[in-house]
């Protein structure tokens, strides 16, 4: 991103103005509608953006108020977006499968006056919250489907909504606008709620260009960047890249017809910029496995060759060993015959920048994409902050999580980091940290003598130059010979094999070895399954079956290999159902709410560490149509051969 010559907008509807004035033409946004693309200039969302101001002005709507924003990643949430801003006030975008109680808590914590909700599923969560509530006062959806017989006074239509600009009107905008400082509050961020209450961290329009215009610099987005927005915005970091730095690039952001047809869409449009979260990642990884299981041996072969030969060739991206003559010229073919076609039907045939961020990655899964010629990039931050750390260059180590980025911008010092006697990441600087919102003692605690306490164990790697991201603070761990021990580092290189969905690593100062509740992945068990000749009726009884015990076991035992031998693991359980966040297992990102799992199926852990052979277990469910029930299983203790044996549980 070119410096500026002069001083440049100071918050996001003034770069959309900017923008609507300098390139008005040029397609800022595409959205796809019944299998077309409908396409909208800079000018097209400058009109939508003015006229939905008017309809917030027209409900009152005025500067310091909140809007909640509650749907899929579509146009008009970003517009609602901007809107809201343009007026001076402040956005929450929630997930859009959040549940009416979460709504309820960030519509009372946030003195929210409106809500954008898609559609009728999102609807019917705000009316009652509306009732509970009376200073939200007004509610707009786009989805007409099932709507046209409510009634309610504060429910209107997208249509009905938005005002017609008159040129006094259009002027007015311009002004409102123009009042805009980057001091100002432009999103509430609010945290996962893992260790309590839910806080809404204050992120102002500075914070946001910063760290935008230091993605941008850093990897060096070009003007125009095909880019998919897929990543909710209540995602700090989509605030950062689809949303602002869609606006600073700018970048062409594009929106998929269903979010199910969210890789056909980057596939069609030949994204430059993909960003998935690490669950995503894997999920592709997980695809390329499960299609190896249905193919035939000889076109497996070819495929794993190509893939080895693309893992040499490209191995100097990852830990700069020098590539061997005959694997450059064989790295033509594989790619050819191989990686190329894999690419494309993955989606990334055009993925020029691809970035995972949110949680930790296994270096397994960076070596898988670079060896099909896709380099992933681990961006690292925290939504008190914003963005610390970037792989940068040509050269990726999949053990670290990048260089720390210490560039400075037009709204934002350079960031300084340091490391404390107990390994824990401080940072100061940057956009700084603007606390959270109506809680002045919890922001207090965040801070010591100037740096933010990001709270995440982290050591340097071999180069001195980049971080290595261990855990939490809080979840680093202490087994009772005294081992210390990372139990998100066991889990997401668990995590990179097709079978297993989703685990969750056992042990405390009151056990004496390690042990983990599993979760398979029931669709490519149900193919292995299916191939091997075993037979099974629900995904309960699949979880149970020897055959996929004893496969389990095998995937622990890989990993086992690579760690010391007082954090191996020795038993294990295949839980008897998924994992669901609307049961309060995962948070709305699928991170492991670990106190509220450790109690729902403390029988099982107990029964590992007792090292019983099988166990009975009744689990509270919700099914998709709402009703609730209890699922009644007998789950059986799988052993680790490869962990501590029977005479070495004291290592």
Not at 1 to 15: E, F, G, I, R, V
Not at 86 to 103: F, N
Not at 405 to 429: C, D, K
Request: proline fraction near 5%; include cysteine; charge should be negative.
């Amino acid at each position: 991103m070119s410096a500026h010559t002069t001083k440049p907008p100071q918050t996001l509807p003034q770069w959309l103005l900017h923008n609507a004035t300098t390139r008005s033409a040029e397609v800022a946004q595409r959205h796809k509608l019944d299998g077309v693309w409908k396409e909208f200039t800079w000018a097209d969302v400058r009109d939508e953006v003015c006229a939905l101001t008017l309809g917030l002005r027209a409900r009152g709507v005025q500067r310091g108020d909140t809007v909640v924003l509650l749907s899929e990643n579509r146009p008009q949430l970003y517009w609602a977006e901007w809107a809201a801003m343009a007026v001076g006030a402040k956005v929450v975008a929630l997930y859009p499968d959040a549940a009416e109680a979460e709504l309820d808590y960030v519509v009372a914590d946030a003195q929210a006056v409106c809500v954008f909700a898609e559609d009728q599923e999102q609807v019917d969560k705000v009316l009652p919250v509306m009732e509970r509530h009376r200073g939200l006062h007004t509610v707009v959806w786009w989805e007409p489907g099932g709507l046209w017989s409510y009634e309610n006074e504060g429910l209107l239509g997208w249509e009905a909504f938005r005002g017609t600009a008159t040129p006094a009107d259009r002027t007015w905008f311009e002004e409102a606008v123009a009042k805009g400082q980057s001091g100002d509050i432009a999103v509430l961020s609010y945290t996962s709620g893992t260790t309590g209450a839910p806080k809404g961290v204050i992120t102002t329009h500075a914070s946001l260009l910063h760290n935008a215009d230091l993605i941008g610099r850093t990897v060096q987005v070009p003007a125009g960047c095909e880019y998919l927005s897929y990543i909710p915005l209540s995602w700090a970091t989509e605030q950062w890249v689809g949303v602002t730095l869609g606006l600073m690039a700018p970048m062409r952001v594009s929106f998929a017809e269903r979010p199910d047809q969210i890789q056909e869409a980057i596939r069609e449009l030949a994204c430059e910029m993909v960003f998935f979260g690490p669950r995503q990642w894997e999920s592709l990884a997980a695809r390329v496995h499960a299609r190896m299981l249905d193919a035939a041996p000889w076109r497996q072969k070819v495929v794993d060759w190509g893939i080895r030969i693309g893992r040499l060739a490209r191995a100097d991206q990852l830990d700069m060993r020098t590539r061997a003559w005959w694997v450059r010229a064989l790295l033509p073919l594989a790619d050819l015959l191989v990686l190329k076609p894999l690419r494309d039907q993955l989606g990334l045939k055009g993925a020029r920048i691809a970035f995972t961020g949110g949680a930790a990655v296994a270096p397994d899964i960076f070596r898988l994409f670079a060896s099909m010629g896709v380099m992933l990039r681990n961006v690292y931050g925290c939504s008190e902050f914003g963005l610390i750390t970037v792989h940068q260059g040509e050269r990726v180590n999949a053990e670290t999580i990048g260089e720390p980025v210490t560039l400075h911008s037009a709204w934002g010092e350079p960031m300084e980091w340091r490391l404390s006697e107990g390994g824990g990441l401080e940072v100061r600087g940057g956009a700084g940290f603007a606390g959270y919102w109506g809680k002045p003692e919890k922001s207090a605690e965040k801070m010591s003598e100037g740096w933010l306490l990001t709270g995440d164990a982290v050591g340097q790697g071999p180069s001195k130059t980049e971080l290595i991201y261990y855990d939490r603070l809080e979840h680093m761990t202490r087994l009772q010979s005294g081992h210390l021990f990372s139990k998100q580092f066991i889990e997401v290189r668990l995590r990179f094999s097709p079978y297993i969905r989703e685990v969750m690593v056992v042990g405390d100062p009151t056990r004496e070895r390690v042990t983990a509740l599993v979760n398979i992945d029931g669709d490519v068990f149900g193919r292995w399954a299916e191939r091997n000749g075993v037979s099974y009726t629900t995904f309960t009884d699949l979880s149970q079956r020897p055959e996929v015990l004893a496969q389990v076991a095998k995937e622990i035992e890989r990993v086992n290999q690579v760690l010391p031998q007082p954090a191996r693991l020795s038993h294990f359980v295949n839980l008897p159902k998924e994992l669901d966040a609307d049961e309060g297992e995962l948070t709305r990102t699928r991170k492991l709410k670990r106190d509220f799992i450790e109690q729902r199926y403390g029988v099982l852990i107990e029964a590992m560490y007792a090292d019983q052979p099988s166990t009975s277990i009744e689990i509270p469910v919700r099914y998709q149509d709402g009703r609730s029930g209890v699922l009644r299983a007998d789950v059986t203790t799988g052993h680790v051969s490869s962990g501590m044996s029977n005479g070495d549980k004291n290592p």
